[in-house]
């Protein structure tokens, strides 16, 4: 169990920007809407647009353009201008995860490096927790965990045959 | 060819080796730690760890004198791919809006 390597449950990417560490915090958290791509939408209909509540204890939602809303994350730290911290409170199938158990966390730390650049790095932690649902179970039943993994394994397995096929 | 890798529901059909998936699900181990936890001979076990391997479902890594399988952490890695370009796309973006709008055009206040 020691083994398991800490990159496999943790991703990190980081980028420089040309900017004071402060502006670069504000636009990453008021902007917020601007900067997240739009693909993997949780409601049914495209997203109008998406709200970061700058405090803690608040969430980050996307708003339909019917006025559903989808809140797929709580903000965890919010510490201008140096560091954020959401949960990711969505499955690996892109699906809401209710249970807090079972989402990860993403903190994003902005480091200025000099008077007009920033350096911010984003890590992604905890994946790991989403997989408890199926990495816990023991006693195979007919669990919840079991076709969840399942279906899991078959998209990427399929997704794998898609690609070798195309050679 | 796909076609020489085993179906991962056959493999599983097959509900002793399915105790044995679900020990190695459980944590990495050796043949002989499975064949203690599990009422099935060590043979048995290395036959069903030969299959599931097959179905790609678990890893096997060599430690020393043992060989230790492991579940394959194809969901895991799945996720880890897609989330890691999310938020490459993301930090992208971020970048071009931050550096479009700094320094603060002359009828904005740059108080940000």
């Known amino acids: 169990m020691s083994t398991t390597p800490q990159d496999q449950t943790a991703l990190q990417v980081d980028i420089v920007v040309d900017v004071p560490v402060e502006h670069a915090f504000h636009v990453f958290t008021d902007r917020f809407d ?3 791509p739009r693909e993997h939408n949780l409601l049914a209909v495209p ?5 970061l509540e700058p405090q803690i204890g608040g969430t980050v939602y996307d708003i339909g353009t019917d006025g559903s809303r989808c809140t797929w994350a709580r903000v965890l730290a919010y510490e201008p201008p140096h560091r954020l911290v959401i949960s990711w409170d969505i499955s690996p199938r892109w699906q809401l995860e209710s249970d807090p158990d079972h989402t990860s966390e993403v903190e994003i730390r902005f480091t200025a490096e000099a008077p007009e650049r920033t350096r911010v790095v984003l890590e992604h932690r905890h994946l790991d927790r989403h997989g408890e649902g199926w990495q816990s179970f023991t006693s195979l039943g007919t669990g919840e965990g079991w076709p969840l993994y399942l279906e899991r394994f078959r998209a990427a397995t399929q997704r794998q045959a898609n690609g070798a096929s195309s050679s | ?3 020489s ?3 991962p529901w056959q493999a599983l059909a097959d509900p002793t080796r399915r105790r044995v998936f679900a020990r190695v699900v459980g944590g990495p181990c050796s043949v002989t730690e499975i064949a203690r936890d599990l009422p099935v001979s060590r043979p048995a076990v290395s036959q069903h760890l030969r299959v599931l391997l097959d179905a790609r479902l678990v890893d096997v890594q060599q430690q020393g004198r043992m060989r230790l399988y492991e ?4 969901g895991l ?4 791919r897609e989330l890691d370009s999310y938020w490459r796309k993301t930090l992208t973006n971020f970048k071009d809006l ?5 320094p603060p055009t002359a009828e904005g206040t740059p108080t940000r």
């Open chain 1, 34 to 36: 601007e900067i997240k």
């Open chain 1, 47 to 51: 997203i109008e647009r998406t709200v």
């Open chain 2, 1 to 3: 060819m796909v076609a």
């Open chain 2, 5 to 7: 890798t085993a179906d």
């Open chain 2, 71 to 74: 579940m394959r952490a194809g």
């Open chain 2, 77 to 80: 890695d799945e996720m880890r």
């Open chain 2, 98 to 102: 931050a550096e479009r709008t700094y």
